[in-house]
């Protein structure tokens, strides 16, 4: 999700518009302010991907979700799932990821918590 929008600027001498803030984003299910432009990211990227175009060769649009812990993901999932009229892509389990929320342990223990809710 989107919390902020980039913000510009236009220059006084030449009229162009440069940009002097990029958006923010967050997590899907919380809001919690992600780093999405961040290369040392441990954050989880969902792709959402439905048909837009006539059949029999539609076109796909991939609507890309951003979740801070295995724990927003799945909650968020049924949702996703309820929305989606084609695939979802979902995160590799990275067992570099230190962050808390997003390591593989952390994985297992949203994947027993979901099981649990009888979804």
Known sequence: MILQERKWETCDKCGKQHMIQEETHGC?????????????REMLDVG????????????????????CSWDCLFEKLPKLCRECDQFITLPY??????TPGTTPADFWEAVLAYGDRGI
Do not use: M, Y
Not at 48 to 62: L, M, R, T, Y
């Open 28 to 40: 899907d299910t919380c809001g919690k302010e992600i780093e999405v432009f961040d290369s040392n």
């Open 48 to 67: 959402v991907f439905s048909k837009a175009g006539p059949e029999p060769h539609p076109d796909f649009i991939n609507t890309a979700r951003h979740f």
């Open 93 to 98: 389990l990275s067992f570099d990821n230190t």
